[in-house]
């Protein structure tokens, strides 16, 4: 029977020292609850035997990291951590989305909303799986901040204002906030522990006052997913909307590099912090929505064609007579026929109006044959590639900045 968070606090209330083991033995409770009780004794002078409970749920393989892979199975199965492809048919062409999953090789440090925890540096969590994650807008910050490191150390000449601003829009202080062309999506982790900070006395080098950072280790597992749409080059020139793509395209995987190996994301990056091996696990996958050019293309008026125009007049004798198909006749299997003399005519007139119609008939049919033989099926719309690293996704995002930049023929 499931218990309201505020009948099971009710059922611990006046912590005492021994309630402490008592809610570490509870079986009906979830280590996130065991957590948020075992934060009542704060105020308490058993506090840190509180912590040290809390520590035990931390471990690596303990009830903590269990729930938190519980919890990553129901986010896969909703589609929460990486959706669907989206339906690039209601999107502009020139769309395309970045997924891949990748490894920490540093601890990832976060800062909770929980005002009320064991301890003061919880790590982010999404508050119904209680799961380790990264918010969309934690990813937005990070990279435009990485992509400012690339352009302060190269002297601000890798990007422009105007680009990293259609990217990410403008401040939406005010109705000339311009939204900007990126979307996040949220990445959850497979699982979390703790690190330990300790300041050390400047006189006796030893450590004084241990600080407990909770923390997704290294060997951590997470999924990157972001979509970019050009929505402000609806209806605009073709040509500069696939430059202007070509040029967000490559600084975004420029930025994705430095900010998951060089520079890092989420707390304390300048200690080294929040970084990614280079290799990522299994296939990475940028899927862009090129012109469907079968559409594009213009077909000739078949009204324009001699065969076709022989063509026509046939079925427009077949259906004024209303005969099942139209023979080829010479004059005396045209008299042998039983047709009346008006039809007689009608028939030698067509004739007379196409004097090769035998031949030009017979290339016709050929022509048809050969056309749909040769006929292929219309290129994809999408354009998909794959890459296993970091260095290959900006390789990728180079050669499709020239196939872009060529006009769109992938």
């Given at each position: 029977?499931?218990?309201?968070?505020?009948?099971?606090?009710?059922?611990?209330?006046?912590?005492?020292?021994?309630?402490?083991?008592?809610?570490?033995?509870?079986?009906?409770?979830?280590?996130?609850?065991?957590?948020?009780?075992?934060?009542?004794?704060?105020?308490?002078?058993?506090?840190?035997?509180?912590?040290?409970?809390?520590?035990?749920?931390?471990?690596?393989?303990?009830?903590?990291?269990?729930?938190?892979?519980?919890?990553?199975?129901?986010?896969?199965?909703?589609?929460?951590?990486?959706?669907?492809?989206?339906?690039?048919?209601?999107?502009?062409?020139?769309?395309?989305?970045?997924?891949?999953?990748?490894?920490?090789?540093?601890?990832?440090?976060?800062?909770?909303?929980?005002?009320?925890?064991?301890?003061?540096?919880?790590?982010?969590?999404?508050?119904?799986?209680?799961?380790?994650?990264?918010?969309?807008?934690?990813?937005?910050?990070?990279?435009?901040?990485?992509?400012?490191?690339?352009?302060?150390?190269?002297?601000?000449?890798?990007?422009?204002?105007?680009?990293?601003?259609?990217?990410?829009?403008?401040?939406?202080?005010?109705?000339?906030?311009?939204?900007?062309?990126?979307?996040?999506?949220?990445?959850?982790?497979?699982?979390?522990?703790l690190e330990i900070i300790n300041p050390h006395d400047r006189v006796r080098r030893v450590g004084k006052n241990p600080i407990l950072f909770e923390?997704?280790?290294?060997?951590?597992?997470?999924?990157?997913?972001?979509?970019?749409?050009?929505?402000?080059?609806?209806?605009?020139?073709?040509?500069?909307?696939?430059?202007?793509?070509?040029?967000?395209?490559?600084?975004?995987?420029?930025?994705?590099?430095?900010?998951?190996?060089?520079?890092?994301?989420?707390?304390?990056?300048?200690?080294?912090?929040?970084?990614?091996?280079?290799?990522?696990?299994?296939?990475?996958?940028?899927?862009?929505?090129?012109?469907?050019?079968?559409?594009?293309?213009?077909?000739?008026?078949?009204?324009?064609?001699?065969?076709?125009?022989?063509?026509?007049?046939?079925?427009?004798?077949?259906?004024?007579?209303?005969?099942?198909?139209?023979?080829?006749?010479?004059?005396?299997?045209?008299?042998?026929?039983?047709?009346?003399?008006?039809?007689?005519?009608?028939?030698?007139?067509?004739?007379?109006?196409?004097?090769?119609?035998?031949?030009?008939?017979?290339?016709?049919?050929?022509?048809?044959?050969?056309?749909?033989?040769?006929?292929?099926?219309?290129?994809?719309?999408?354009?998909?590639?794959?890459?296993?690293?970091?260095?290959?996704?900006?390789?990728?995002?180079?050669?499709?900045?020239?196939?872009?930049?060529?006009?769109?023929?992938?």
């Amino acid at each position: 029977m499931t218990v309201m968070k505020r009948e099971i606090f009710a059922a611990y209330g006046g912590l005492s020292a021994g309630d402490l083991g008592r809610i570490m033995a509870d079986r009906d409770l979830n280590p996130s609850t065991q957590a948020e009780l075992l934060a009542t004794a704060l105020a308490m002078p058993f506090k840190e035997t509180a912590r040290s409970h809390y520590r035990s749920l931390m471990e690596v393989g303990g009830s903590y990291n269990r729930q938190i892979s519980a919890g990553l199975s129901w986010v896969q199965r909703l589609g929460l951590e990486s959706p669907a492809e989206p339906d690039f048919t209601i999107l502009p062409t020139y769309s395309f989305t970045i997924s891949f999953q990748f490894m920490l090789a540093q601890p990832y440090l976060s800062k909770d909303d929980d005002a009320f925890y064991i301890i003061d540096n919880p790590v982010r969590k999404d508050k119904v799986f209680k799961t380790p994650m990264v918010a969309p807008s934690s990813w937005k910050g990070s990279l435009r901040h990485a992509l400012w490191q690339l352009g302060h150390r190269h002297g601000g000449k890798e990007y422009t204002d105007e680009q990293v601003k259609r990217m990410f829009g403008e401040a939406g202080g005010d109705e000339t906030g311009l939204a900007g062309r990126l979307f996040f999506y949220p990445t959850f982790f497979d699982r979390m522990s703790l690190e330990i900070i300790n300041p050390h006395d400047r006189v006796r080098r030893v450590g004084k006052n241990p600080i407990l950072f909770e923390s997704v280790p290294p060997g951590a597992k997470g999924r990157f997913t972001l979509l970019y749409v050009p929505f402000d080059r609806i209806a605009k020139d073709e040509a500069e909307t696939r430059r202007q793509v070509a040029a967000d395209l490559t600084l975004l995987a420029e930025g994705l590099q430095a900010m998951f190996t060089l520079y890092g994301f989420g707390a304390k990056t300048s200690s080294g912090f929040g970084l990614a091996e280079d290799s990522l696990v299994g296939q990475g996958s940028l899927i862009l929505h090129m012109e469907d050019r079968a559409e594009a293309t213009e077909k000739e008026d078949p009204a324009e064609d001699p065969l076709q125009a022989l063509q026509a007049d046939i079925d427009a004798f077949v259906e004024r007579f209303g005969v099942p198909s139209f023979p080829r006749w010479t004059n005396k299997e045209l008299s042998a026929s039983g047709w009346g003399k008006k039809r007689q005519s009608k028939y030698k007139k067509l004739r007379n109006r196409h004097p090769d119609w035998d031949a030009q008939v017979g290339q016709w049919r050929e022509a048809t044959k050969t056309a749909e033989a040769e006929e292929e099926p219309a290129p994809p719309p999408l354009t998909e590639r794959t890459f296993v690293s970091f260095s290959e996704l900006l390789e990728t995002s180079r050669r499709l900045k020239s196939v872009l930049s060529a006009g769109g023929d992938a």
